[in-house]
């Protein structure tokens, strides 16, 4: 079942989270000379139209990415994010947003790889055709856990895995610790950037407990939730758990989520938390 499609979803409050902490991780990774490799599981259409017939019909763009085109605030790590998400507008208008790997391709030198799978039959080859010019490429129609097992370690043993799946079935929460945990034995210096989505707070609890129990050491958490939690009410939050976040991950993400609460929050209940879940 791929009835999933991220266009209705481009640039919500989740997408800003995400987008957020893949951009800090990528700008630390380019911190050192040696070439990394991006890795995207779910990697979906990699550029989306804030106009398009999805994206009106949702407005969802406007709980996040419209909050923030302004932003006039003192963090360099919001204004980072806000910049890059400018780099596919060409005036001051917001018209599109880039999805992980469009963000990936932005910011990552052209010595970097960039390797997504994507299975959806119209957004995959949406994706493959942005790639078509960028030598370090590799954009397959793959299943997400299959590519791991097919592309990772990469030869440059440094890099960030993104896993973003769209958690249609109950199933892939399951699915994606096997498959972390898969991937983590192949290679266990990278950093692994997991987007999960804050629906029922007790299914996350178990979700997260679960990759805990893993016994991977270093998981950072982080958490953004602009509505109070509540069943019934859709997806309230989201957040991103981090294996082998860069060491400054932890201070930037509690200095920026201060200053985006205020902005994206949707609810005096509104709450987030930075979490160290496992040490070194
Ligand atoms: C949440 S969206 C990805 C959004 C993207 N990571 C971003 O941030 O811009 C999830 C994507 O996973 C794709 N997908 C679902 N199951 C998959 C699987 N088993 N393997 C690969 N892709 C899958 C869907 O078609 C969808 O495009």
Redesign the pocket.
């Known amino acids: 079942m791929?009835s999933?499609?991220?266009s209705y979803?481009?640039g919500n409050h989740a997408?800003v989270i995400?987008?957020l902490v893949q951009i800090c991780i990528l700008n630390y990774l380019k911190r050192k000379e040696k070439p990394f490799c991006y890795h995207?599981?779910?990697?979906?259409?990699?550029l989306y139209s804030l106009h398009s017939e999805h994206a009106q019909k949702t407005a969802e763009y406007q709980t996040g990415i419209g909050k923030l085109w302004n932003y006039q605030g003192s963090n360099a790590d919001i204004q980072a994010y806000v910049n890059t998400i400018r780099l596919v507008n060409d005036n001051d208008d917001l018209a599109f947003y880039p999805?992980?790997?469009?963000i990936a391709d932005l910011l990552c030198r052209a010595t970097d790889t960039i390797q997504a799978?994507?299975?959806?039959p119209s957004?995959h080859p949406i994706l493959a055709s942005q790639f078509q010019r960028r030598r370090h490429s590799r954009i397959e129609k793959?299943?997400?856990?299959a590519?791991l097992r097919a592309m990772l370690p990469p030869l440059s043993k440094r890099g960030l895995v993104?896993i973003?799946?769209?958690y249609?079935l109950k199933t892939?929460y399951q699915d994606l610790i096997k498959g972390l945990q898969q991937a983590y034995q192949r290679f266990p210096q990278g950093t692994y950037a997991i987007?999960y989505p804050v629906i029922e707070r007790q299914a996350v609890e178990s979700f997260i407990d679960a990759i805990v129990d893993t016994q991977i050491r270093n998981q950072l958490r982080i958490e953004y939730c602009p509505q109070p939690d509540a069943e019934g009410f859709g997806m309230t939050g989201s957040g991103m758990l981090v294996i082998n976040p860069p060491f400054t991950l932890k201070q930037d993400m509690e200095n920026c989520l201060k200053q985006l609460s205020p902005l994206l929050s949707q609810s005096p209940l509104a709450h987030w938390q930075v979490t160290q879940l496992v040490d070194e």
């Open positions: 791929l999933y499609r991220h979803h481009a997408d995400k987008h995207d599981t779910h990697a979906g259409a990699g999805g992980s790997p469009k799978t994507e299975l959806h957004d793959m299943d997400a856990w590519g993104l973003d799946p769209p249609e892939e987007w």
